[in-house]
């Protein structure tokens, strides 16, 4: 079994940054890999970022040069770092854990089969 632990939503000024972090906790599968997807009320979930165990990155295009995810040092937390954020970055954001090997530049939610319960991102002024 998987439990993903989000942290670090909230409300956030535009142009402001935030940092969101997860960390999984797994006792019988490894961790290959992990992400940051996001829901708008009445939209489908739409990726974010994701990283490989080998570190290999996929950013959506709409947040490429903005976003940064990064793992820890312990290889099952994954943070989320976002900079210059607009409204239109508003959602809730959730983490997510791949169990199985999975190509990353091709990566969508169905290679991710552990979630968090997610973390609320409301950029306003």
């Known amino acids: 079994q998987v439990h993903l632990t989000e942290s670090g939503g909230g409300l956030v000024q535009p142009g402001g940054s935030l940092t969101l972090s997860c960390t999984a906790s797994?006792?019988?599968?490894?961790?290959?890999?992990m992400g940051w997807f996001r829901q708008e009320p009445g939209k489908q979930r739409d990726l974010v970022a994701v990283?490989?165990?080998?570190?290999?990155?996929k950013y959506a295009d709409s947040v490429k040069g903005r976003f940064a995810i990064s793992r820890g040092n312990d290889q099952n937390t994954v943070h989320l770092h976002m900079n210059s954020l607009n409204p239109e970055d508003t959602a809730v954001y959730y983490c997510?854990?791949?169990?199985?090997?999975?190509?990353?530049?091709?990566?969508?939610?169905?290679?991710?089969?552990?979630w968090g319960q997610g973390t609320q991102v409301t950029v306003s002024s």
């Open positions: 797994s006792s019988i599968f490894p961790i290959l890999g």
């Open positions: 990283i490989s165990q080998g570190d290999n990155i």
């Open positions: 997510a854990a791949a169990l199985r090997p999975f190509l990353v530049l091709s990566a969508t939610q169905d290679d991710f089969e552990a």
